[in-house]
């Protein structure tokens, strides 16, 4: 009778297994498989266990991929940490990243905290080395600034806002995140000053913020970037 309440969390959760107990054995949910079945107190899965089967699920086979999806989030030193559903986000693009995906939509309610949900997918996929070089793309320097200052801090020795007039094509590359406003990338003078600083397989992973504002338009700027670096893993969100 407990197990429904169980299983409710774990869906919230995105939690794959749901178990309830009345002090003399177990009862077991797999969502994996849909099955139910019982089991001896003595014999509850371990965490290899578990992990061994979620991983079956997901069809993660290869070492990289299974770093991919265990890299550790961020943890700062005021205690905050993502909220669950935060985490779902996280780990679903995680893992559609680690599953070879290159197209990739997040979508989440205004004010659940998307620029924080992304900073945490960065740092996860710099953590597993899955993603070494990473475009931040904004429509407004007030976004860009802000991301920097606030959720991208812990990574500022290793981010540099594009500024085309004063950037070095010789040394901008040293850096793992670039931030920048569309307008910097392609300027008044509708030239692509990207392709003058970056190579176009630079970046192998693109952020859009505000993906609706319209960089799906074919004759948009922001498609022209997205085009240029077409081999990099795309995330919009919005």
Not at 218 to 237: N, V
């Amino acid at each position: 009778s407990g197990l429904q309440q169980a299983m409710d969390y774990a869906m919230a959760l995105d939690v794959p297994f749901a178990y309830s107990s009345n002090g003399k054995g177990f009862i077991e949910h797999d969502f994996t498989t849909g099955m139910e079945r019982s089991i001896a107190m003595d014999d509850f899965p371990g965490p290899d266990e578990l992990w061994s089967r979620w991983l079956a699920h997901k069809g993660i086979s290869d070492e990289a991929a299974e770093r991919t999806v265990s890299a550790p989030y961020h943890y700062g030193q005021d205690g905050m940490s993502p909220r669950y559903y935060q985490r779902n986000a996280i780990n679903r693009t995680i893992e559609a990243v680690a599953d070879g995906n290159k197209r990739i939509l997040l979508v989440m309610a205004t004010g659940t905290g998307k620029t924080y949900t992304a900073f945490q997918i960065v740092y996860r996929l710099l953590k597993s080395g899955m993603k070494r070089k990473i475009l931040y793309l904004a429509d407004r320097n007030i976004l860009v600034d802000q991301s920097i200052q606030q959720d991208f801090s812990p990574l500022e020795k290793v981010i540099h806002k594009v500024n085309f007039a004063k950037d070095d094509p010789s040394t901008i590359t040293s850096y793992q995140v670039y931030f920048s406003l569309y307008q910097q990338l392609i300027g008044d003078d509708d030239k692509e000053h990207f392709s003058e600083l970056f190579d176009k397989d630079f970046f192998d992973l693109i952020i859009v913020d505000e993906c609706h504002r319209g960089s799906a338009k074919e004759d948009s700027k922001w498609r022209r970037i997205l085009d240029y670096f077409s081999s990099a893993t795309q995330i919009g969100m919005t």
